[in-house]
């Protein structure tokens, strides 16, 4: 939480604290569709675009990290050209967008298993992250090819090699060891959880992370996810009484 340094869009919009990581579960796109009568894969296009406006809003008001699940391990399960369609905009997500996010300074980092993805996918994620490795501004780190189970167990797979290479004293394992073992070692906690589309659940989305996190529901659809309401998360968000399980 950075409750010093504020930008001028978040004073502007009347924040004193502002999360220093926010996830998002971008649910809904393929409601979204087909509310109009769409393909799916229309709500996903759409819902790209929502993803810049957000990406954008979150670096304005000095968020860090901006986590997004573009991609579980579970999405595997689509009809075959939903995930093919979804391949082809996260590669065209990654050429497309990569100079203005490289301008605005964002250092884009992912979290999955990066090295299961197609040839063309993980050339996009290469090329990605050498963009913008030096970039000091927002973090955007995307979830592709994710899931919070398996990446507990290759943290305990981690551990357990170091110990058994006589790295590391399996008894002075500490919570810090497996937060350092995890994809997103050295990024805060998460703080603030934004699922749209009015469902409540994590669906196996960052739950090392999330322990104090604060859960937002907002029931639209995240093609329809507007920088008004993400700011009204934010004010929300702020009223929070966050105790971490002690009393104030
Ligand atoms: C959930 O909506 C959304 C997804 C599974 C994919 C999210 C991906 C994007 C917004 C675009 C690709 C990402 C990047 C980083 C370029 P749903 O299809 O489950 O919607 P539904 O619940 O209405 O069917």
């Known amino acids: 939480m950075d409750e010093i340094q504020l930008t001028p869009l978040a004073r502007e919009l009347g924040l004193r604290l502002v999360p220093a990581h926010v996830g998002v579960i971008m649910d809904g796109n393929g409601r979204w569709a087909q509310k109009r009568g769409m393909p799916r894969m229309m709500g996903h296009r759409a819902g790209v675009e929502t993803l810049r406006d957000v990406i954008r809003f979150s670096s304005d008001v000095g968020i ?66 050498e963009k913008t490795k030096d970039n000091t501004g927002l973090i955007v780190n995307i979830a592709l090819n994710y899931g919070a189970r398996a990446e507990i167990a290759r943290a305990a797979r981690e551990l357990a090699a170091a110990a058994v290479r006589g790295e590391l004293d399996a ?78």
């Not at 093919?84 to 997500?93: A, N």
């Not at 104090?212 to 995240?222: D, K, M, R, S, T």
């Open 171 to 248: 008894a002075a394992i500490t919570e810090q060891s497996v937060t350092d073992a995890l994809y997103t070692a050295g990024l805060p906690d998460v703080d603030l959880v934004i699922r749209t589309s009015g469902e409540m659940r994590l669906s196996n989305f960052m739950l090392y992370q999330c322990s104090y996190a604060e859960f937002y529901f907002p029931e639209v659809l995240w093609p329809d996810f507007s920088k008004e309401e993400y700011a009204k998360v934010l004010l929300q968000f702020q009223q929070r009484d966050r105790r971490y399980g002690g009393v104030k």
């Open 64 to 129: 860090q990290v901006l986590s997004l699940y573009a991609f579980s391990t579970e999405n595997w399960k689509r009809p075959a050209d939903e995930v093919g369609g979804l391949m082809r905009l996260l590669v065209e997500f990654l050429y497309k967008e990569i100079d203005e996010l490289d301008a605005n300074g964002v250092r884009i980092r992912f979290m999955g298993d990066i090295d299961a993805l197609p040839a063309p996918q993980h050339k996009a994620v290469e090329y990605g992250l």
